[in-house]
Structure formats: C-alpha cells, structure tokens
Nanobody, 115 residues
Framework: EVQLVESGGGLVQPGGSLKLSCAAS????????MNWVRQAPGKGPEWVSR????????NYADFVKGRFSISRDNAKNTLYLQMNSLKPEDTAIYYC????????WGQGTQVTVSS
C-alpha cells in the first residue's frame, strides 16, 4: 500500500518559517516526480512546487518564489518543503503528490500563519 504522510505543519507568526516533510512508503520513491500542492479554506487547490526524480530541476509558483525551497532525500524516501518569510495568505493545508503513471496524495498538513 502506498502511503504519503506529511508532517511539520503548525501555527506560525507572519515572517516565520516551517519545514514540511512527506514520508513515502510502498513505492519506489526515487522513480516519482514530486509536487507540493496547497488548498486554502474556501479555495481550490494551488500547485506550489515541483522537483524531478533526481532533484536536478525544481519549479515554484510565483507566489512562493524566493521564499520556499523544495528538496528530497531519495535514500530516506522523504520530500521536504522549507517555507520562509511566511505570510497569512500561505495559510492552507499542504499536500504532497507523487507522480508517475499514477498519482498518489498524502492526507495533508495544516499550516496557519497568524499573529
């Protein structure tokens, strides 16, 4: 059974930082392109960032460029998202997504940015 388990979310003040993790099991993690996607209350899903299987290429949505950094450790089957300079509008549930011939999703982790 494929499992993607996000962690690291929480409540943080504006300007603060969080590092999200996504632990993968039941799949050959290194064979999957990975994404972070978020969904804010009352809004549709927003793609945040993407990393290739070998970490050689990363992409970011304009609204997180320069603030967020995606990385992965294929030896640990784990995806990361370092989030800096957080803003209230970053408040959302953050999901990791594994893409190959099939898509897999985690259950999400809540990030709340508020003073």
């Amino acid at each position: 059974e494929v499992q993607l388990v996000e962690s690291g979310g929480g409540l943080v003040q504006p300007g603060g930082s969080l590092k999200l993790s996504c632990a993968a099991s039941g799949l050959t993690f290194g064979g999957y392109e990975m994404n972070w996607v978020r969904q804010a209350p009352g809004k549709g899903p927003e793609w945040v960032s993407r990393i290739t299987k070998d970490s050689r290429s990363t992409n970011y949505a304009d609204f997180v460029k320069g603030r967020f950094s995606i990385s992965r450790d294929n030896a640990k089957n784990t995806l990361y998202l370092q989030m800096n300079s957080l803003k209230p509008e970053d408040t959302a549930i953050y999901y990791c997504n594994a893409v190959q011939s099939r898509n897999y999703w985690g259950q999400g982790t809540q990030v709340t940015v508020s003073s």
